[in-house]
């Protein structure tokens, strides 16, 4: 199945397609948008939330990002350019 078939079937084919993890905190404006579904639709990355947080209009999540290395790159700096913090992700991430 291609990347393109399994995002269109709600699974990417191939679970080492996510490598790259982060730690996204979105203050208030960002907390509140569709920002997951922007880098899906945009970009084309999917993202694999291991854990999430929204408290009083902000939040956090760490997350693996699928893709395309340069996709993922772009989807990085589209959430920058939005405000949201993006750093690597450290500690305990929930493991599958």
Known sequence: MS????????HM???QQFGTRVRLTFPPGPATDPVI????????VV???RRAAIHDHSGWM???LGGDQAAIDAAIDYM???GVDVSAAEGDIVEG
């Open 3 to 10: 990347r393109t078939a399994a995002l269109q079937n709600g």
């Open 62 to 64: 760490v997350c693996e």
């Open 13 to 15: 084919s191939d679970p």
């Open 47 to 49: 993202p694999n939330i």
């Open 37 to 44: 579904h922007e880098i899906i639709t945009r970009f084309g």
């Open 80 to 82: 920058t350019s939005i």
